[in-house]
């Protein structure tokens, strides 16, 4: 019977002893590990986002711009379009492009059942010399362009529909939206 006494008291020992060593390895390595750590500024300075601005002349004169006709529209909500009418429209537009790499291209935007089915809309921008522009760089300091923004809304001469339907102007936009280069 003693046997098994000594067998136990040998286990927990060993147990003891072992456990004893675990902790030592476990502290002595505490000590030497270690997760280093440094940190400084990237410079001194600093730096900021770009932007895309723009301001519409609030005006847009209309003109008849049908074959024969050729009128200043002096009341565009008077006018009423018939098939094979043509109407151009111009405005100001003063866009600031601030931005190393900022490159922005020009669209018109229109909502659905802003236009009678018949009737299309194109915009075209462009400079004080009359050039059309389809794409407008900026810079870091911001470049300036005095832009003309000339839309154009035609009726289909052949159109057999599309009769005594409204044509919501306050719903056709032009776009200047930024691509990447």
């Known amino acids: 019977m003693t046997t098994p006494r000594t067998t136990s008291r040998h ?19 505490a000590g030497t590990f270690a997760l280093w750590n440094q940190q400084g500024a990237i ?22 711009a049908t074959d024969g006709a050729g009128n200043p529209i002096e009341d565009i909500t008077a ?27 020009t669209g018109l935007h229109y909502a659905e059942g802003a236009l009678p089915a018949d009737v299309t809309a194109e915009v075209t921008l462009t400079d004080g010399e009359g050039e059309p522009v ?3 760089e900026g810079s870091n300091t911001g470049t300036r362009h005095e832009l003309t ?14 009769m005594s339907e409204p044509i919501d102007l306050s719903a056709i936009s032009v776009d200047l939206r930024q691509v990447l280069n």
Do not use: C, Y
């Open 11 to 29: 286990s927990a020992l060993k147990g003891t002893v072992a456990a004893t060593a675990g902790i030592a390895v476990l502290l002595a390595g």
């Open 43 to 64: 410079g001194s300075g600093s730096t900021g986002t770009g932007a895309l601005t723009a301001e519409f002349d609030p005006q847009t004169r209309w003109r008849d």
């Open 79 to 105: 006018f009423r379009m018939v098939p094979g009418d043509t109407l151009v429209g111009t405005t100001g537009v003063s866009v600031t492009a601030t931005g190393e790499n900022l490159l922005v291209d």
């Open 134 to 136: 389809t794409r407008l």
């Open 149 to 162: 923004a000339t839309i154009t809304l035609a009726f289909d001469a052949d159109a057999a529909a599309s």
